[in-house]
């Protein structure tokens, strides 16, 4: 058929392949796993879903037939053992083709899925469980999770539930031995589009973790990311490079690409290895691929030319600002201009270089269609072209799908980001004259310095462009005179070491490329930044380190 997604979307093309008018159309009872995965299913049971490896040579190929068929299963599975409509159940099953066959049952029982992600220590555990009421887990019984999830539950009382893929431990039941034993007739359960299906716990820079809720048109608003940002064919093979346990996996491995009747490819590593990606794009024939700059940039400083990555042809980038450098360079080498996106664990992808524009370098790109986008100074007011300001969804119309419901059981946290019918991402950013959007910066992020309001983006930008610098984090340090100091810490390409004449040095390039008052009066240099599992750079760890001066 390769048209499914046809009915759920009114779309007016521009003679480019632009979007013009764009409307999301969404069924009141509107399931993913019943009307999009069990549909194609239904007239090409045989159609690639999920090509899954791991680095030992382990691979398997699962048709949407068979993700039926697996997801009835576990449904089944769950329903025996209790789990039903509403109920919240915890997945942390890292890159594990399991992961596809809980998250899809879970959404066919009703059940609200909390993917999470396995560095979960027992203390994480028992807030996570407590504060979303976690009737049951499943597990990877790889590392040591499943013994931080045994210390923490004496103090975890919903937990009634837990299961263990890949592995065996006391207490805990095996998930795919109960699951080939279980009914593969599953009957639909009635669920409705405005129902909560998922939820992500979201990391701020103060207090504990919000939990984001969404609602079943969640995976619909997804349709945009894959077929407008990412460019997914139907008949191609797309990576996204992200564990499970984080929201850029519903980006990427499941929602919109199954949308279009394509075929998510996942490896199931825990190190990240650029020369492995790049021989896995060769050996599969991956035609699309997304990942955050840092994993480009670490793939630029392998050989790229010793790869034939002649399949690949679309390459999006997300999870941090692209630094122009890695833009040029990969176009450079592979004929491929890395399109950005942006958006949030609250939301689908809400500025983007959407196929059809033209990307310029260092931009987010544009709005999407479906979200009313907008900058706007601290009291609400839309900016001037070139102003910086806040990023802002307007919803004095109404809520646009992909936007979160709430953050669940917190009433005051929802209002302070979501009033007066706008939802503040927290993200800054200006406009220019041709409506492209420019990434400044979080806005706990921003430098305020001798009266100055530095984003630490720009910075980074130059400095990456240095033939010394690896990669790079520039951030405040508190200081008595100028409020803060301007702080970088770099990462050394081989070959250079460090050493004061190259710090001056640094200081002194940026200078002479950037506004002066912007260089950074403090650098330190590092084997390697804190970085997230999915390779953003962790900012606020850098902040809390004491400066070396």
Known sequence: MLSIHRKYVEEELDERGYIKNYRLVCPDHFNFAYDIVDEIASYEPERKALMWCDPAGNEKVFTYGELKYYSDKTANLFKSKGIGKGDMVMAILKRHYQFWFVILALHKLGSVVIPATFLLTAHDFVYRANAAGVKAVVCTGQGNVAAQIDEALPECPTVRMKMMVNGSRDGWEDFMTLMEAADSNFPRVETKAAEPMLLYFSSGTTGNPKMALHDYRYALAHLTTAKYWQNVQPDGLHLTIADTGWGKAAWGKLYGQMFLESCVFVYDFDKFVPAEILALIEKYSITSLCCPPTMFRFLLQEDIKRFDLKSLKYCTIAG??????????????????????????????????????????????????????????????????????????????????????????????????????????????????????????????????????????????????????????????????????????????????????????????????????????????????????????????????????
């Not at 033209?358 to 979200?371: A, R």
């Not at 009291?379 to 419901?405: W, Y």
């Open 320 to 549: 941090e600002a692209l630094n122009p450098d890695v833009f040029n360079n990969w176009y450079k080498l592979t004929g491929i201009k890395l399109m950005e996106g942006f958006g949030q664990t609250e939301t689908t992808v809400l500025i983007a270089n959407l196929t059809g524009s033209e990307p310029k370098p260092g931009s987010m790109g544009k709005p999407v269609p479906h979200y009313d986008v907008d900058i706007v100074d601290d009291d609400g007011v839309s900016v001037e072209t070139g102003v910086t300001g806040e990023v802002v969804v307007r919803t004095e119309r109404g809520a646009p799908m992909g936007l979160f419901m709430c953050y669940y059981r917190d009433e005051n946290k929802t209002h302070e980001a979501w009033h007066d019918g706008l939802y503040h991402t927290g993200d800054t950013a200006w406009k220019d004259e041709d409506g492209y959007f420019w990434y400044v910066g979080r806005t706990d992020d921003i430098i305020k310095s001798s009266g100055y309001r530095i984003g630490p983006f720009e910075i980074e930008s130059v400095l990456v462009e240095h033939p010394a610098v690896m990669e790079c984090a520039v951030t405040g340090v508190p200081d008595e005179l100028r409020g803060n100091l301007v702080k970088a810490t770099v990462v050394l390409k081989k070959g250079y070491e460090p050493s004061e004449e190259l710090k001056k040095e640094l200081q002194d390039y940026v200078k002479k490329v950037t506004a002066p008052y912007k260089y950074p009066r403090i650098i330190e240099f590092v084997s390697e930044l804190p970085k997230t599992v999915n390779g953003k750079i962790r900012r606020v760890e850098i902040r809390n380190r004491q400066p070396e001066n």
